[in-house]
């Protein structure tokens, strides 16, 4: 029986996998869906203004839309470049 | 006080109208005045599959333009006379629907029926979001399969924002898993996704399981709603269901492996 279950479990089913991505998917579109549809137009004109100061690349900033009950909170996350 | 029912689902080919048709001949059954709505605008298929394609005179887009009354267009069901069909247009004007002119129907309809049932078609454009736009209650179908779950989660979110429900901040439409094309040996192999799995990422209440089914096709075959075959396994799912959303309380069938009897096996009955 053990000898049974060791080939079983060898490989996690089609169905687990299924199941795995579709929750990662899932939880993603969730949050992205319930974003304000200012989010990436401000992303942008943020990313503008420190561009006038700090040479920062596309990527370096990301802004974040988290509703928690009542609590809606804007998170805004710059990164410097190390070479200074 | 009527209620509408939306069959939705997003991803084509799960069974949106052999649901739609099924449960709105079992409502009938029961003796609630039901009308069944196809809002699939351009590619007209509910009347196939309720048997009454070639009664259709009128459709949904005349009534709304006024070329035809709401009863010129209403077809009675020879089977069950508490039951209406109302035929989609085989128009390929995209614009043919509009929200006051459905408004208007379905408020027509509500004063004499009971239940209105709209079959929605596959995709998020104008047919499914007008379907599902007035809806009290919302059937998601879903096969077991990732690109309908997905699909079926886009509904909800569209389910919860778009409706008239949610503009005007009344109670939420209520929505109910429908999971079909199910096979319980496959998911005992981990081929398939559980009814566990699917309620568990889409968190809804389930209303039951429709087996896959070799019924399913020969119902449509003939134009009777699967319902209507009471020994095949797909029309006692419906027949469940349509008890549980009327509030029925009946333990969940089809979810299990049926276990075969010596005699079966002996025979290699499936």
């Not at chain 1, 200012?38 to 370096?60: C, F, S, T």
């Not at chain 2, 454009?125 to 809806?135: C, K």
């Amino acid at each position: 029986m053990s000898l049974l279950d060791y080939f079983r479990s060898s490989k996690p089913s089609s169905a687990s996998l299924a199941k795995e991505r579709l929750q990662i998917l899932v939880a993603h579109e969730r949050s992205s869906r319930n974003q304000p549809s200012y989010l990436p137009q401000l992303q942008q004109e943020l990313l503008a203004v420190i561009r006038k100061y700090v040479n920062v690349g596309q990527d370096a900033i990301t802004v974040n839309f988290e509703q928690d009950g009542n609590q809606e909170t804007l998170e805004l996350n710059i990164v410097l470049p190390d070479d200074r | 006080m009527a209620r509408i029912i939306v069959v939705t689902s997003g991803k084509g080919g799960v069974g949106k109208t052999t649901t739609s048709a099924a449960i709105a001949m079992g409502l009938a059954k029961r003796g609630h005045k039901t009308a069944v709505i196809d809002f699939d605008v351009g590619l007209r298929n509910l009347d196939l599959i309720m048997g009454c394609e070639r009664r259709v005179v009128y459709d949904l887009v005349n009534v709304i333009n006024n070329e035809a009354t709401l009863n010129q267009a209403l077809i009675r069901d020879k089977r069950c006379d508490q039951l209406y069909i109302l035929p989609a247009s085989q128009t390929r004007d995209k614009d043919a629907l509009t929200t006051e002119g459905v408004g208007k129907i379905l408020e027509e309809l509500a004063k004499d029926f009971k239940y209105i049932v709209c079959d929605s078609p596959a995709g998020i454009e104008r047919g499914a979001t007008l379907a599902m736009y007035f809806a009290d209650d919302a059937f998601v179908v879903t096969n077991p399969e990732v690109s309908s779950v997905r699909d079926s989660d886009r509904m909800l979110g569209i389910l919860s924002s778009k409706s008239r429900r949610a503009e005007r901040g009344e109670d939420p439409i209520r929505e109910y898993l429908l999971l079909s094309r199910y096979s319980p040996d496959r998911v005992k192999l981990g081929e398939m996704l559980s009814v566990d799995d699917v309620q568990e990422i889409l968190s809804l209440h389930l209303l039951g399981v429709i087996p896959e089914s070799k019924s399913v096709l020969n119902a449509s075959n003939s134009g009777t709603p699967v319902i209507l075959d009471e020994q095949s396994d797909a029309g006692q799912a419906y027949q469940d269901i349509v008890a549980r959303y009327l509030g029925e309380d009946k333990p969940h069938r089809f979810i299990e492996e049926e276990k075969k009897g010596l005699f079966s096996k002996l025979l290699g009955r499936k």
